[in-house]
């Protein structure tokens, strides 16, 4: 008779058979690992391993951090192009900017209460594109939104510099989205100019908590830099921490120089 901890391949395959068979809701979580230990007389680990091992990487579930195995199979979560387009949001009679994967047509809802705090700027990256020092105390502003109805589509850190920090509004919470940018550009470093660096990694632990997604799916992380017109410096630097299958990057390709058409000298040896 095999051991309790060797049948972890027996109980991923009568799960699977139950979330095919729709016993789970796409979206619903299952069980916890004491139930389920206890309906099919194992222990946790040999629930954990049919889970993380089996039917995690075959796409059925996957573990999100404070919320449990989330049944995936079935569930296919919206996603949306994201260009290079800022747009001024109409949404709210107020003045504000929407930002590539929005629309200027809506709100966002906050998935957690946004916080805007001062803050030890101690990352080495941020502060090197902020122009401010390890250590430099800045404006903390955190938020995780997304398009009404749906799950969390990204998480946004903006670090303020501290020459703009006080200005009124900059920490507050305005109907419309992007008003914090609009008052620093009123006080005279409008129009704001912005630079994104974009990359892909895997998400910290609370990231994956606050995006509802589990640790194993990649996040694309887009770095915003917002200079001031007054002197090119910058006023603030915003991180996007969007979980990957929520979105898809779209860039016009631009042609260099030396990729100019006609190549007249290949043109002549052809005879053209």
Same mark, same amino acid.
């Given at each position: ?125 941020? /502060?090197?594109? !902020? ?6 105390? %800045? =404006?903390?502003?955190? $938020? @995780?939104?997304?398009?009404? *109805? ?57 990231? /994956?908590?606050? !995006? ?6 990649? %996040? =694309?992380?887009?770095? $915003? @830099?917002?200079?001031?017109? *007054? ?42």
């Amino acid at each position: 008779m095999p051991g309790r901890n060797s049948r972890y391949p027996e109980i991923a395959a009568l799960l699977r058979t139950r979330i095919l068979a729709g016993e789970w809701a796409p979206g619903s979580t299952l069980p916890t690992l004491d139930a389920l230990a206890a309906e099919y007389g194992a222990d946790k680990n040999t629930i954990s391993r049919a889970i993380s091992e089996i039917l995690e990487p075959e796409g059925m579930v996957w573990a999100v951090p404070k919320r449990g195995t989330i049944v995936r199979y079935g569930m296919v979560r919206p996603h949306r192009m994201r260009g290079n387009l800022v747009k001024r949001n109409l949404a709210t009679s107020g003045p504000g900017y929407s930002f590539p994967s929005a629309s200027g047509q809506e709100v966002w809802r906050h998935h957690i209460t946004p916080t805007a705090k001062p803050e030890k700027l101690n990352e080495p990256r941020i /502060a090197r594109l !902020l122009k401010v020092r390890e250590g430099t105390e %800045v =404006l903390l502003r955190h $938020r @995780v939104t997304g398009p009404e *109805a749906e799950p969390p589509f990204q998480i946004s850190n903006s670090w303020i510099h501290p020459r703009v920090a006080s200005i009124p509004g900059v920490s507050g919470q305005a109907p419309g989205p992007g008003d914090w940018l609009y008052r620093i550009e009123k006080v005279g470093h409008g129009p704001l100019s912005w630079m994104e660096y974009h990359r892909a990694r895997m998400p910290t632990k609370t990231e /994956a908590a606050e !995006l509802q997604i589990p640790m194993t799916m990649p %996040v =694309l992380e887009i770095i $915003r @830099v917002g200079r001031s017109a *007054a002197d090119g410096e910058p006023v603030e630097v915003t991180e996007y921490v969007i979980p990957s299958d929520r979105v898809e990057t779209v860039h016009e390709l631009h042609r260099d120089d030396s990729a100019a058409w006609p190549w007249s000298e290949y043109d002549t040896e052809d005879g053209g």
